[in-house]
C-alpha cells in the first residue's frame, strides 16, 4: 500500500523558534512533493512544491527532499502563533498516469507558543 | 491567483435528500478536478478523480451512484449526494489542478453538509 507518514505531534515550539516538520513515503514512484497547511475547520492551502532532490526556500519556509531516503521535510524559521496548524504532506502516486492523485500523510499538529 | 471556489459554503438537509455542491477554478482552467471528504481530526480522503467530458474515476468504496460527479467543463464541477443520510454529514473539499501546471493541487474552502 502507498503511504505518506508524518507524526502526528503536537509539535510544539517557542514563538521564534525553528519548527522542523518530517514525512517520509512508500512509493518510489513518486515525483512530485507538497506541503499543506490546515487551519482548523478550513481547507488545505499549499505552501511549498519540490520536485527534485534538495533544499527549496521560500520566505520562511524550506522544503528539502530526498529521493533515496524518501524523506521530505518542511522547516519553518522565526515561528509565528499564526503558523500554529496541521501541515500535510503529500506525493503523488507513481503510475498515475496524468491525472496526478496525491498521496497525503495524515499531517503534523504544529503548536506556536508566544 | 489559482482560486477555488466552493458552494454552498455549509447546507442543512433532511434525510433522504439531495444536494448539489458545485466547484469551480475562477482563475484557471482545471485538468483534472478531485473531490475529498474529511471526517473531524481525520486527514483528507479522495472519493473521486473528473476531467472535463468524461466519467469520474471513484476511489474504492465509493458508491459513484450516491455520490454523483460531473465534470461539465474545465472550470465547473459538481458533486451530487444522492438520498442523503446522517452518516453523509462531513466536510467535502474540492481541489483542481491546473493545464499546464503541475501536479500542484488548489483547494477550494469546502463545503460543511450536515443531514438530519
Known amino acids: 500500500q502507498k503511504e505518506v507518514e508524518q507524526n502526528s505531534g503536537p509539535l510544539s515550539v517557542p514563538e521564534g523558534a525553528i519548527a522542523s516538520l518530517n514525512c517520509t513515503y512508500s512509493?518510489?514512484?513518486?515525483?512530485?512533493f507538497f506541503w499543506y497547511r490546515q487551519y482548523s475547520g478550513k481547507s488545505p492551502e499549499l505552501i511549498m512544491s519540490i520536485y527534485s532532490n534538495g533544499d527549496k526556500e521560500d520566505g520562511r519556509f524550506t522544503a528539502q527532499l530526498n529521493k533515496a531516503s524518501q524523506y521530505v521535510s518542511l522547516l519553518i524559521r522565526d515561528s509565528q502563533p499564526s503558523d500554529s496548524a496541521t501541515y500535510l504532506c503529500?506525493?503523488?502516486?507513481?503510475?498515475?498516469?496524468?491525472?496526478?492523485?496525491?498521496?497525503f500523510g495524515q499531517g503534523t499538529t504544529l503548536q506556536v507558543k508566544p | 491567483g489559482a482560486v477555488v471556489s466552493q458552494h454552498p459554503s455549509w447546507v442543512i438537509c433532511k434525510s433522504g435528500t439531495s444536494v448539489k455542491i458545485e466547484c469551480r477554478s475562477l482563475?484557471?482552467?482545471?485538468?483534472?478536478m478531485f473531490w475529498y471528504r474529511q471526517f473531524p481530526k481525520q486527514s483528507l480522503m479522495l472519493m473521486a478523480t473528473?476531467?472535463?467530458?468524461?466519467?469520474?474515476?471513484?476511489e474504492q468504496g465509493v458508491e459513484k451512484d450516491k455520490f454523483l460527479i460531473n465534470h461539465a467543463s474545465l472550470t465547473l464541477s459538481t458533486l451530487t449526494v444522492t438520498s442523503a443520510h446522517p452518516e453523509d454529514s462531513s466536510f467535502y473539499i474540492c481541489s483542481a489542478r491546473s493545464i499546464g501546471g503541475g501536479y500542484e493541487q488548489y483547494f477550494g474552502p469546502g463545503t460543511r453538509l450536515t443531514v438530519t
Open positions: 473528473s476531467n472535463e467530458g468524461s466519467k469520474a474515476t471513484y
Open positions: 503529500a506525493a503523488t502516486e507513481g503510475g498515475s498516469g496524468n491525472t496526478g492523485k496525491l498521496i
Open positions: 512509493d518510489r514512484g513518486s515525483q512530485s
Open positions: 482563475d484557471f482552467q482545471a485538468t483534472t
